[in-house]
């Protein structure tokens, strides 16, 4: 049962992962592999300020704002600077490694006994329910688990409402139009290379956030925790629009959260039914890869046999 | 009134694939004026149009509208003054976004985009009405992906698009060529309907003989990058086809002579 809400809890902290992948790649159609970096900057940012005594809320936001930045200098060296995409983001990505390191100091931040958002949800859920395990459907379940998972699916829905809001007003919708048609959008006087570099600020930022997040859930913030991390969000983005079969916004949205947490159910399956976590990247990556090709190829395969029936 | 003085523009330059695509045009189209702009392939045309509205920089001269200089103006500035229509109707229009969605942006055009709603109850009804005045039933699809509907549909809608906010001048790049007769037909007279009712200074260019025989009040024919003819006046409304016709066969001879004369010059000298 712990196995399922830890699968559960992760899967919604790393939607915000889903969300951010799913505005550089699906919106923009930018390979932005920035998230690598920014992910560890929002952990490490937030570890840093939570040992210096800070509000866990404050310091989530601030891991935020320090990928907000990142996601910047990324869609600026792309846009202003004309380096390619793809690049941009992998120099960015590099320099935040030496970066993140300056941050936390050490490879390896732990927050042992800091108040963090997992802690303020665990004392809240005691205080209200007076106890440390609860039956649900007839199993044991701590209420530091239940309160965690039901704080990360709060966050989680505010989040990617307040997301969804945005991206109904002018300036939302602005930047949707520019990654759906460029012409079209500075015919209609947008700076369609701002709108860019402000929606890689704004993926990188929810990048950052679920980094941050993830460094409280788990108790610490580490500089590898980073690696891969683009590649889990795409996969979730691509589980999630094969769940709700469409791109349209708000569907795409709650499909990316959806998708993030199916990926960590089956991944914590896989785990248990012994798959060695050291080839979990490896099995991730080739699952990206098939659902990228599988589309191109069931349609040629369906052409094949419509062709050989009107042979 | 637009003002293009001296407007040059050389395509990879110094390198064997050379092209003068623009070399020194002078035009000037009062306010309120429909001018149509003719030419034989790669004379041109969608150059000086692209100059204008700011897709390309030029190498040299003076471009101005509504008494600014807009020469050094990026695109997205200059659409503050310019609504444009495209060839391609996959141009102009964002595919994914709904009827609804892609007017509203529009209505907005050259305006800040800020966290206001993009589609407010009031904003819906305006575009209700607006749409139903194209009589093509679109203003029961304003939810519908503005990508699932015909060519022609979408002209149109880029057509209301560009026009929403009255613009200083509107840029029109053989924007029926890619339809069927009867869509293309239907977005002429609607082309013409629009800049007649709101008086828009209007530059469209066309392949077609008979637009350009009927439409506008000044017709500009170009050839290699210049202005070869301008009627205006009197004379533009004695133009016929067969005029426009012999003039092209004019203009199609003299380059053969020119053939020839390099032939001649090659073998002499080479
Ligand atoms: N981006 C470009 N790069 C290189 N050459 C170009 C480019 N755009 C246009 N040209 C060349 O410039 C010349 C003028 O092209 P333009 O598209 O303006 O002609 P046009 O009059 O619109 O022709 P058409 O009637 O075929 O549309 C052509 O020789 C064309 O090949
Ligand atoms: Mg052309």
């Not at chain 1, 589980?239 to 708000?250: D, N």
């Not at chain 1, 490896?282 to 009107?310: C, D, E, S, W, Y």
């Not at chain 2, 990879?12 to 050379?18: A, F, R």
């Not at chain 2, 990058?225 to 005029?243: P, S, Y």
């Amino acid at each position: 049962m712990s196995l399922l809400i830890g699968a559960l809890t992760i899967g919604f902290i790393l939607s915000l992962l889903a969300l951010g992948v799913f505005i550089s790649f699906r919106i923009f159609d930018f390979p932005d592999i920035t998230a690598d970096g920014s992910s560890t900057l929002g952990a490490a940012i937030a570890a840093v300020l939570l040992i210096k005594g800070i509000n866990p809320v404050l310091a989530s936001a601030a891991g935020f704002a320090g990928g907000f930045l990142a996601g910047g200098v990324t869609g600026t060296l792309a846009m202003k600077f004309k380096i390619n995409g793809l690049l941009a983001g992998i120099l960015v990505m590099t320099a935040l490694y030496s970066f993140n390191l300056h941050i936390m100091g050490k490879s390896n931040v732990p927050l042992f006994g800091r108040p963090t958002l997992s802690s303020y949800a665990e004392t809240t859920g005691m205080r209200l329910l007076g106890r440390s395990t609860l039956r649900v459907l007839g199993w044991d379940v701590t209420v530091t688990e239940a309160s965690t998972l039901i704080t990360a699916f709060v966050a989680v829905l505010l989040v990617s409402l307040l997301l969804y809001l945005f991206l109904q007003t002018n300036l939302g919708a602005a930047m949707r139009a520019t990654g759906n048609n460029r012409q079209m959008i500075r015919a209609l006087g947008v700076n369609d290379e701002r709108m860019i570099i402000l929606g890689l600020s704004i993926s990188n930022g929810l990048i950052a956030l679920a980094g941050a997040l993830l460094a409280q859930y788990q108790g610490f913030a580490d500089i590898q925790m980073g690696i891969g991390m683009i590649v889990w969000g795409l996969a979730s983005v691509i589980i999630g629009e094969a769940l709700v079969g469409t791109r349209q916004v708000g569907m795409a949205i709650v499909g990316a959260i959806m998708g993030s947490v199916l990926f960590r159910l089956l991944v914590a399956i896989a785990l248990r039914l012994g798959l060695d976590p050291n080839d979990l990247k490896l099995m991730t990556a080739a699952f990206v890869f098939a659902a990228l090709i599988l589309p191109g190829l069931l349609k040629n395969i369906q052409r094949r046999k419509a062709q050989a029936l009107h042979a | 009134m637009l003002e293009i003085c001296g407007v040059r523009k050389v395509f990879s330059q110094g390198t064997p694939n050379e092209v003068r695509a623009l070399q020194g045009v002078d035009l000037k189209i009062e306010t309120g004026s429909f001018v149509v702009i003719i030419g034989t392939n790669g004379s041109g045309k969608s150059t000086l149009l692209n100059v204008v509205g700011g897709t390309l920089q030029i190498d040299s001269g003076v471009i101005s509208l509504a008494g600014v200089n807009i020469t050094k103006w990026p695109e997205y500035r200059r659409a503050k003054l310019i609504g444009r229509v495209f060839q391609n109707p996959f141009s102009g229009t964002a595919p994914e976004m709904s009827v609804a969605e892609n007017l509203a942006l529009a209505a907005r055009r050259g305006r800040p985009r800020r966290l206001s709603w993009l589609l407010g109850a009031a904003k819906r009804d305006e575009l209700r009405e607006r749409v139903r005045y194209l009589k093509m039933d679109l203003e029961n699809r304003l939810d519908d992906q503005i990508g699932s509907l015909s060519g022609g549909q979408r002209q149109a809608l880029t057509l209301l698009m560009a026009t929403w906010l009255k613009p200083e001048l509107l840029l029109l790049d053989e924007h029926t060529a890619a339809l069927d007769p009867k869509s293309a037909d239907q977005v002429i007279t609607l082309t013409d309907e629009i800049v007649e009712r709101e008086k828009l200074t209007t530059l469209m260019v066309t392949h077609s003989m008979h637009q350009a025989a009927n439409l506008g009040d000044r017709l500009v024919m170009m050839h290699h990058g210049r202005i070869i003819q301008d009627f205006h006046g009197a004379e533009r409304k004695r133009t016929r086809v067969d005029d426009l016709l012999a003039r092209f066969e004019d203009v199609r001879r003299a380059d053969q002579l020119d053939e020839t004369a390099a032939e001649m010059l090659r073998r002499v000298y080479i």
